[in-house]
């Protein structure tokens, strides 16, 4: 058996022996200041991950590193209270791995979460994008043996996001009278904030937002067969047409994240009621 698959399945087990025989079909990856909401979710178990055989440890501002599992819009969930990123030194293979565990664990739908720059000019502190589509701007995760165990060689990648499931968010938002943007995001390695050259350069490419997460875990669950919703938390305006005293500030990100966390909160979890 192929290492990788080894380790995966090891900690799923490990995970499994934990629930009891219950079965999780929804999982949830919540980035930088958006842990916020696993408060929401009603919690049977809370597994750190430094517990669970394999799993790699989140160090990111903002991310407790937590897996969570309980009910949320009445149905049994799993949350990731915190993800990996690709700028902590981890392997893509290590970044990833919580998803393929989650696809183990019978997890068919992924909601997929961030803090993000808006590189559209048009968007603001605050705003909520639901990601329709992406940019890959990072190592593959794929690259090395494919797992056949998971999926094929050359996944499909023509929707990455679901259109279904956009398609119940925009509904969703509308009812709860929850404005939201829908646009096309890019992920970088980080873990430096982009130049004003390189926001505008991704601005030329197509893209709406910006952030260091996401795209990885994306192209894993839908390599393993798994649907995805995304959506980003606007945290600041990535523009090239700066004050001369304007500075990111990562604790200022995970703040406008905190206060968006409710809005997201409030869409995630009606999204996941309707799911059949």
């Given at each position: 058996m192929n290492e990788q698959s080894q380790k995966i399945k090891e900690a799923a087990?490990?995970?499994q022996s934990r629930l009891n025989g219950r079965k999780v079909r929804i999982g949830i990856v919540l980035g930088s200041g958006l842990g916020k909401l696993a408060d929401a979710i009603d919690p049977l178990v809370c597994i750190p991950y430094k517990d669970i055989p394999h799993f790699p440890i989140s160090t990111a501002i903002g991310h407790k590193g937590n897996l969570i599992f309980g009910f949320l819009g009445g149905r049994f969930v799993c949350a990731m209270q915190g993800r990996i990123h690709y700028y902590e030194g981890y392997t893509m293979q290590q970044v990833t791995l919580p998803i393929r565990v989650m696809k183990l664990?019978?997890?068919e739908t992924l909601f997929?979460?961030?803090a993000a720059g808006g590189v559209n000019f048009d968007y603001h502190v605050g705003d909520l994008m639901i990601i329709r589509d992406h940019i890959n701007n990072m190592p593959n995760p794929l690259v090395g043996p494919n797992l056949e165990d998971f999926g094929p060689r050359f996944p499909d990648m023509t929707r990455p996001y679901d259109p279904h499931l956009i398609s119940m968010a925009e509904q969703a938002a509308e009812e709860l009278g929850i404005a939201v943007k829908k646009g096309v995001y890019i992920a970088s390695?980080?873990?430096t904030y982009e130049t004003p050259?390189?926001?505008?350069?991704f601005r030329l490419w197509?893209?709406?937002a910006t952030g260091m997460s996401t795209v990885p875990e994306v192209i894993?669950?839908?390599h393993s067969g798994i649907a995805v919703f995304g959506m980003s938390v606007i945290t600041n305006e990535a523009h090239d047409d700066y004050a001369p005293d304007y500075v990111n500030d990562g604790d200022e990100v995970v703040r406008a994240a905190n206060a968006a966390a409710d809005r997201m909160c409030a869409i995630f979890?009606?999204?996941i009621e309707t799911l059949t």
């Open positions: 087990a490990y995970i664990l019978g997890v997929v979460s961030n390695t980080g873990p050259s390189e926001y505008k350069m197509g893209a709406d894993v669950a839908r979890t009606k999204v």
